[in-house]
């Protein structure tokens, strides 16, 4: 994939949102601390074998050498600062029963592990698929006692963010078969629909035009691995249906709630577009 | 906020003038904090070194890097910015090298400068033009 | 103000004069001053408007900072380390608030 910086590349790009970047450099490392490399590439899974997208990336691909360079050392990446915080918060009692979240689930680095992989999940006492702070809601409010944070806002990200990097590495792994299949069957007709003034879907920009430039801006495949992730321009974590209502409100639309059942459902196929790429901890994009 | 004595002096008394050309204003700014740096000594152009990317993916968080061997100060400007100044680098004794990375907001395209002080009291200087880009859909 | 965090690396080991790489990043708004909240009125500024490190009393670099530097403000730089010792670190905010990390390193 390229992320090529050249003036030619970009002014050729602005010129037209099809201009095609030739020279592509696909199959660059996602190294971090010089000992953990990320699968930012990967087969495509099968169900999008109409799709025309045979090999899936990770956004990290697209992203100017100055962005990549910050996710590849810990230090550097922002989004590490949250992490830290969602590990203390992760020992702090809260609400009625004054428990922690380790005085249920211990050491995180064990009982996390694999989590994020495969949010969002269905869960079979609730009927539901939830996605990963959905669950972390429920449990502040269930079994916590505590009042909910608010959902993809700062310190729900944070504890996201510190249950995300458990599972870094790991690739992503979201069943949508099973109980699953008719959220995953309703995110997928999200993702095709065109919203907005605009009328645009998710697909017509990740699917069909994704290595094309709109306007200035390199458009990935849009795959969430990589979230929650630290964006340049925000300075702070964002989701990915933090990332859901920005997309859909750009193409001037009412937008769905960050924590509604049509974004849950989004999340979920858009995850599954993403299987087989690693989980990223915390990424950094623009 | 930052003012030079010139600034503020302007500010009382030519606040009319101003107003009416925000533009050259702005201009002043960045040439009001580079001659309170320098105290108006034209700077030289060897010895520091400016890197900062040719395009920014996002104007709010640039990375910088700024080093002039054997400087005492590095003052570091952002010209197209509503104050232009955005930091000072001082070395003390024990700073192996007179060199500094940090990340910086642009406001727009524009040229990012980097004047050193060298211990003779003379002045060198660096810049480069960061450009900008404004995300896909307005964001 | 609250919730403000400093992360700092410094290797844990040099040799004496050796030239060694300090990274340093603390959460901080940098609030600029120059952003209006959603009634249209001047968010004030706050932001670290000082950053200085130390080492066993002596100074190894003292930055001003003003409003162009990013939310979560990052600085790296190198300093000689003479012997065995104690780097400290400190920001100072505009609210009066500093907050100060330090770090030991070995001359073996």
């Given at each position: ?104 689930h211990g050491d995180a680095t064990e009982t996390m592990a694999g989590v994020r992989a495969t949010y969002p999940k269905w869960n079979e006492a609730a009927g539901v698929v939830r996605s990963l702070q959905g669950q972390i809601e429920f449990c502040r409010t269930e079994h916590q006692g505590a009042e909910p944070w608010k959902y993809a806002k700062a310190e729900i990200n944070a504890m996201e963010a510190f249950i995300s990097m458990q599972s870094r590495g790991m690739p992503v792994n979201v069943a949508i078969d099973g109980p699953a299949q008719s959220t995953w069957e309703q995110g997928r007709e ?97 | ?139 | ?108």
């Open positions: 994939m390229t992320r090529t910086t050249s003036k030619g590349v970009i002014s050729a790009a602005m010129l037209s949102v099809l201009a095609s970047t030739a020279g592509a450099e696909i199959g660059d490392k996602l190294v971090v601390n010089g000992d953990l490399e990320l699968t930012v590439e990967a087969p495509a899974p099968a169900f999008m074998a109409d799709t025309g997208i045979k090999t899936i990336y990770s956004g990290w691909l697209f992203r100017d050498p100055d962005t990549q360079k910050i996710e590849m050392d810990d230090f550097d990446n922002p989004g590490m600062l949250y992490v830290d915080q969602g590990a203390e918060m992760w020992n702090t009692p809260a609400g009625t029963s004054n428990k922690s979240c380790a005085d249920c999200i993702y095709y629909t065109r919203y907005g003034q605009l009328e645009l879907s998710c697909a017509n920009c990740h699917e069909q035009n994704y290595d094309h430039y709109i306007r200035s801006d390199h458009l990935s495949q849009g795959q969430i691995n990589g979230f929650p992730v630290y964006r340049l321009k925000d300075t702070q974590l964002t989701t990915a249906s933090g990332r859901f209502v920005g997309c859909v409100r750009d193409t001037r639309a009412e937008t769905f709630k960050a924590d509604s059942a049509e974004f849950t459902a989004l999340e979920l196929y858009v995850a599954s577009r993403g299987n087989g790429l690693s989980v990223e901890g915390v990424s950094v994009r623009h | 906020m930052t003012y030079t004595r010139r600034t503020t002096f302007k500010l009382a008394f030519g606040a009319t003038v101003l107003a009416a050309l925000p533009f050259s204003a702005r201009a002043d700014a960045a040439e009001d904090a580079i001659a309170a740096f320098t105290g108006g000594a034209t700077p030289g152009t060897e010895g520091i070194t400016l890197t900062a990317p040719e395009i920014a993916e996002n104007g709010n968080t640039v990375p910088i890097d700024v080093a002039a061997p054997g400087a005492v100060s590095i003052l570091l400007l952002a010209t197209g910015n509503p104050v232009p100044d955005a930091a000072t680098f001082s070395f003390g004794p024990l700073a192996a090298a007179q060199a500094a990375s940090t990340r910086i907001r642009l406001a727009k395209t524009q040229t990012v400068v980097a004047i050193a002080k060298m211990p003779d009291g003379s002045f060198v200087q660096a810049s480069q033009e960061v450009k900008v880009t404004i995300g896909g859909c307005g964001g | 103000m609250d919730n403000v965090t400093p992360r700092v690396r410094v290797p844990k080991t040099a040799s004496a004069g050796e030239a060694i790489l300090i990274k340093t990043l603390i959460s901080h708004p940098m609030e600029s001053g120059q952003r209006k909240d959603s009634d249209g009125n001047i968010i004030p500024r706050e932001i670290i408007n000082r950053f200085t490190c130390d080492f066993n009393g002596q100074n190894v670099v003292d930055v001003k900072m003003e409003p162009a530097i990013s939310t979560n403000p990052y600085l790296e730089f190198q300093a000689t380390v003479p012997e065995s010792g104690t780097f400290t670190f400190t920001w100072y905010d505009d609210d009066g608030s500093v907050y100060t990390d330090t770090k030991d390193i070995a001359v073996g």
